[in-house]
C-alpha cells in the first residue's frame, strides 16, 4: 500500500483521536515582515512544484515543500518543512485566487484533498481558484514528529479516554503520563512547537509562498478552529472563508471543551440511528420502535463490560463494552455507516461478530496522534489531577450514558510536561465581514451548540446557514442540497446570506 493510501486509511481510523514520499528540498524563506513578527516569503518563493509521487492524487495535482521556522519566536533560527499541493484553477481567465482545504483532527492531512473531496466542488470554484492542500506542521510528508507510544495505547479503542467499566480513570491517567513521558522523551524540539496558532501562522507562509495578497479557505472541524485564529492574526490576508461543521472557541478551554460536547453531539444524534435502526423493512433492524433502541445498546455495553466476546482481528481482540461505544462514536459520524454499526450489535446479540475493520498502519497513526496530542495540549493547560478527571467522568455518565463518562476524561495533556507558549487566540468580531459558517443541526462531534458559540464570537464578520441534517462535514458530504448550494455560490461569486438561516 503506498503512503498516500496509508494516509488514508489513518485519517478514517483515526477520526476517534482526537503520507507522502521524501519531501522536496526548500530554502528558508526572506521577505516582508508579517504582524506576527516572523518574515514571509517573497511571492512564490521556495515552492518547487513537481509532480507528486505515488498512486493517490491525480495526475494534476504537483507538490512542493516551504520552509518555516520552527519556533516563530525565532524566525531566523532552525527551519522545518510543510508539504504543500495544488490543482491548479481549470480555466486561468477565470481564476480569482487559492482555495486553502484545511483539514480536522488536530493531527488530520489535506495533502490529497485537491484530488479528492477538491474534486466534488461545482466547477465554478475549481475554475476561479487554484486548490492548494498541505501536511500540517509534525504530520506525514512535512517535518515529521514522533513519540514512540506503546501499542496498547494507540489501538483504536483507545484513543478516545473510556473510563473502566466500574467509571474509574485510573488507568487513563497512567496513560496519559506514559503518552507524555513519550513524547518528551521522544519528540524532540518539534514537539513543543505544534499547537494551532503555529499553524495558522504556517498557513500565513504558504498564503505568502504562493503569491497570494489573500488566501480562501474551505476548512472543516478542527480546521473551522485553525481557520477562525488564521483570521484573527491575519484578517486583511483572507479572502472567502467557510468554516465547516465549527468547534466552539472558547479559549479557556480549546480541545478540552471539544472533548466534552462529544457527550451532548451524541445525544443530539443518536435518535436518528435510533429511527433508522428500527424502520420496518431495514435488513439490519435491531428493535420495534426507535424507543427500545437506546436501552438495548446501553444493555449489550454492560454486558460486554462484564464478559467481553472473541473479535479476531480487532485490536484488542475481543469486543468489550467500550469498544463497541467507539465504534458508535464513530458511526454516529456518517449515517452511511449506520448499517455497520447495527451489524455488530446483531452479531453480538446473536452470535456471529462480523469481520474487524482493519487497523490503520502503525507508522502513520504513531505521527497523527503525536500532531494531535501536541497540538491539544499545547494549546491551552489542562488540569493535572486524577480528581479533575474523575468528577468529570462521574457526573458526565451520569448524565449522558452513551459516552459513558469518555467526555470528560484525561487525554495525554493531563500530564504534559511542557507549559503553552502562549495564551491561546481569542477570537473576535474584529475584521473583515467575509466568512460564511455552514453547521450541520444533528453533528455528533462539533455539535451546533459549540457552532453557535463561534458564531457569536464572530460577531458581525460572519453569517451562519444551519442544515437540517445528521452527521459531521455539511458541505459536499453529510449535509443537504441547500447547505452546499449556499456555500458553493460563496465560494464562486462571494455571494453569502444577508443574515444567518436555515435549509431545511
Known amino acids: 500500500m503506498t503512503k498516500i493510501k496509508r494516509n488514508t486509511a489513518l485519517l478514517a481510523a483515526s477520526a476517534a483521536v482526537l503520507t507522502l514520499t521524501a519531501p522536496l528540498a526548500a530554502s528558508a524563506s526572506t521577505g516582508t515582515k508579517t504582524t506576527d513578527g516572523s518574515r514571509a516569503s517573497a511571492a512564490g518563493a521556495g515552492l518547487d512544484w513537481t509532480t507528486c509521487e505515488g498512486h493517490g492524487p491525480e495526475s494534476r495535482q504537483q507538490c512542493a515543500t516551504l520552509a518555516v521556522p520552527l519556533d516563530y519566536a525565532h524566525p531566523d533560527g532552525e527551519q522545518i518543512d510543510i508539504a504543500i499541493s495544488r490543482i491548479k484553477s481549470e480555466r486561468p481567465a477565470a481564476r480569482r485566487g487559492a482555495l486553502l482545504l484545511i483539514a480536522g483532527g488536530p493531527g488530520g492531512s489535506s495533502i490529497d484533498d485537491p484530488s479528492g473531496k477538491g474534486q466534488k466542488l461545482p466547477q465554478g470554484v475549481r475554475d476561479s481558484h487554484d486548490l492548494i492542500g498541505f501536511d500540517p506542521r509534525g504530520l506525514g510528508r512535512s517535518t515529521p514528529v514522533t513519540c514512540g507510544f506503546e501499542d496498547a495505547d494507540i489501538a483504536p479503542s483507545k484513543l478516545r479516554p473510556w473510563p473502566a467499566p466500574d467509571g474509574s480513570v485510573t488507568d487513563n491517567m497512567a496513560a496519559a503520563h506514559r503518552m507524555s513521558d513519550a513524547c518528551a522523551h521522544n519528540g524532540g524540539p518539534l514537539i513543543r512547537h505544534i499547537s494551532t496558532a503555529d499553524n495558522a501562522r504556517d498557513i500565513d507562509r504558504i498564503r505568502a509562498a504562493l503569491g497570494e495578497k489573500r488566501i480562501s479557505a474551505w476548512a472543516v472541524s478542527y480546521g473551522t478552529y485553525v481557520g477562525a485564529v488564521y483570521n484573527q492574526l491575519f484578517p486583511n490576508r483572507t479572502d472567502r472563508i467557510v468554516l465547516d461543521s465549527n468547534d466552539d472557541p472558547n479559549p479557556a478551554r480549546v480541545g478540552r471543551g471539544w472533548l466534552a460536547a462529544h457527550e451532548r453531539g451524541i445525544e443530539d444524534t443518536f435518535p436518528v440511528f435510533a429511527e433508522w435502526a428500527s424502520r420496518p423493512g431495514n435488513k439490519y433492524r435491531l428493535a420495534g420502535t426507535a424507543a427500545e433502541v437506546r436501552p438495548l445498546f446501553l444493555r449489550l455495553a454492560e454486558r460486554l463490560d462484564r464478559a467481553p466476546i472473541p473479535w479476531e482481528g480487532a485490536d484488542p481482540a475481543e469486543l468489550n463494552g467500550n469498544v463497541l461505544r467507539q465504534t458508535m462514536l464513530n458511526a454516529m459520524g456518517d449515517p452511511d455507516d449506520f448499517p455497520a454499526l447495527a451489524r455488530l450489535i446483531l452479531g453480538a446479540e446473536r452470535g456471529g461478530l462480523p469481520p474487524a475493520p482493519p487497523a490503520p498502519p502503525e507508522e502513520a497513526i504513531q505521527n497523527s496522534v503525536a500532531v494531535g496530542s501536541a497540538t491539544l495540549c499545547n494549546d491551552v493547560a489542562w488540569p493535572g489531577?486524577?480528581?479533575?478527571?474523575?468528577?468529570?467522568?462521574?457526573?458526565?455518565?451520569?448524565?449522558?450514558?452513551?459516552?459513558?463518562?469518555?467526555?470528560?476524561?484525561?487525554?495525554?495533556?493531563?500530564?504534559?510536561?511542557?507549559?503553552?507558549?502562549?495564551?491561546?487566540?481569542?477570537?473576535?468580531?474584529?475584521?473583515?465581514?467575509?466568512?460564511?459558517?455552514?453547521?450541520?443541526?444533528?453533528?455528533?462531534?462539533?455539535?451546533?451548540?459549540?457552532?453557535?458559540?463561534?458564531?457569536e464570537a464572530l460577531g458581525r464578520r460572519a453569517v451562519m446557514v444551519t442544515v437540517d441534517a445528521t452527521g459531521h462535514d455539511s458541505y459536499l458530504a453529510n449535509g443537504n442540497a441547500c447547505g452546499d448550494r449556499t456555500v458553493s455560490r460563496f465560494l464562486a461569486t462571494g455571494e453569502r446570506p444577508h443574515r444567518d438561516s436555515y435549509c431545511s
Open 385 to 455: 489531577t486524577t480528581a479533575a478527571y474523575q468528577n468529570g467522568a462521574t457526573a458526565s455518565r451520569a448524565a449522558f450514558p452513551l459516552t459513558a463518562g469518555m467526555p470528560r476524561n484525561a487525554m495525554p495533556c493531563a500530564a504534559w510536561p511542557f507549559e503553552p507558549k502562549e495564551a491561546p487566540v481569542r477570537i473576535t468580531d474584529r475584521g473583515p465581514s467575509n466568512i460564511l459558517l455552514v453547521q450541520n443541526e444533528r453533528d455528533p462531534y462539533t455539535p451546533l451548540t459549540g457552532a453557535l458559540k463561534l458564531r
